[in-house]
């Protein structure tokens, strides 16, 4: 169904607003519920824009962006929030990769 990489949800601190992909609407609830928290308190810590994305293959990448000229973004706290949340939030990433492995990928 899709050969390039797939955004499955992103927060932005200068828009503040919070977008998940309508093509994941039918994860539950709760798992929707998780992801806005993490990714609004993501932006509300640190600034930017994080972002989700599901690469080719199906494995979920986490990244970070942030406008040139805005010198109130935290690039080294942004490191550590996002390498504490891949270790904090390891199982539910893993179980969002299988998700999207069976539902997208066909696998």
Known sequence: MYQDAVVLCSASRY???YYL?????GLPEQVKQ?????CVL????????ILLIFDEN???HITA?????DILFDEIGSHLVIKRMRSEKREL????EEY?????LNN
């Open 58 to 60: 199906g494995s979920l």
């Open 21 to 25: 992909n309508p093509d994941f609407d």
């Open 65 to 69: 962006e942030a406008n040139e000229d």
């Open 42 to 49: 993501y932006t509300e810590d640190v600034g930017g824009i």
């Open 100 to 104: 999207y492995s069976v539902f997208f």
């Open 93 to 96: 990433f893993e179980q969002l």
């Open 15 to 17: 828009t503040q607003k």
């Open 34 to 38: 998780e992801l806005k928290i993490m």
